[in-house]
């Protein structure tokens, strides 16, 4: 592969993990308010970070221990997200 195919595959494997961090963090911290607050709003953008997280956590969940009221799902997806990341970025530096 030529160096800036190799470049571009990399910067878009990188901003897809990093773009999704970001939807998981914003996801967890709104869950911390989302029972208090009233606002329509905040629970519309609330309802599309679930549904552009949860195709990840829902597997996660369902193979990970019960934790009580902690959901350590978030966690365990963003460590296999950037397992991911890494194993593909070193694979098509390799290949390059």
Not at 22 to 28: D, E, G, K, S, Y
Not at 63 to 79: E, F, I, N, R
């Amino acid at each position: 592969m030529t160096d800036w195919i190799v470049t571009f595959l990399v910067r878009v494997i990188h901003g897809l993990a990093t773009a999704f961090f970001w939807l998981l963090l914003i996801r967890v911290i709104m869950s911390w308010f989302v029972q208090g607050n009233y606002n329509r709003t905040f629970h519309d953008v609330y309802r599309v970070l679930v549904q552009l997280t949860e195709p990840i956590l829902a597997p996660i969940r369902r193979v990970m221990p019960a934790t009580g009221p902690l959901d350590l799902s978030p966690l365990v997806a963003l460590l296999l997200i950037r397992l991911v990341e890494t194993l593909l970025v070193r694979l098509l530096l390799a290949v390059a």
